[in-house]
C-alpha cells in the first residue's frame, strides 16, 4: 500500500530554515505528481508546494522565493527546503500524492519561534 513518511520538522527561529523529507513507496513514485500541504492551528489545510513526475512545480504566494520542493526520484523522496522562515510558517506539514486517491502522510510539525 501507498505509505508517505514525513521528516525534518521541529522548532526554528525566525529567518531560519528546515529541509522536510517525504519517503514514498508502494507505487510508481516516478510518474506521479509530489506535494505539501500545511496546516496552521485553527485553520484549514493549504497548499504549500506541487512537484510534477516531470519536475514543473507550483508554490503558494506566501512561499513563493522562500521554499523550494525538489524530488529525487532515485531515492523515492520529495523534499522541502524552507528558508527565511517566518512565525506564520508553523504548523502541520503534510506530504501527499494521489494514487487511486488523495493519500497523505502523517505530518510532521514545523514551529517557528524566538
Known amino acids: 500500500q501507498v505509505q508517505l513518511v514525513e521528516s525534518g520538522g521541529g522548532l526554528v527561529q525566525p529567518g531560519g530554515s528546515l529541509r522536510l523529507s517525504c519517503a514514498a513507496s508502494?507505487?510508481?513514485?516516478?510518474?506521479?505528481?509530489m506535494g505539501w500541504y500545511r496546516q496552521a492551528p485553527g485553520k484549514e489545510r493549504e497548499l504549500v508546494a506541487r512537484?510534477?513526475?516531470?519536475?514543473?512545480?507550483v508554490y503558494a504566494d506566501s512561499v513563493k522565493g522562500r521554499f523550494t520542493i525538489s524530488r529525487d526520484n532515485a531515492k523515492n523522496t520529495v523534499y522541502l527546503q524552507m528558508n527565511s522562515l517566518k512565525p506564520e510558517d508553523t504548523g502541520v506539514y503534510y506530504c501527499y500524492t494521489v494514487v487511486n486517491r488523495t493519500q497523505w502522510g502523517k505530518g510532521t510539525l514545523v514551529t517557528v519561534s524566538s
Open positions: 512537484i510534477t513526475g516531470g519536475g514543473s512545480t
Open positions: 508502494g507505487f510508481i513514485f516516478s510518474v506521479n505528481a
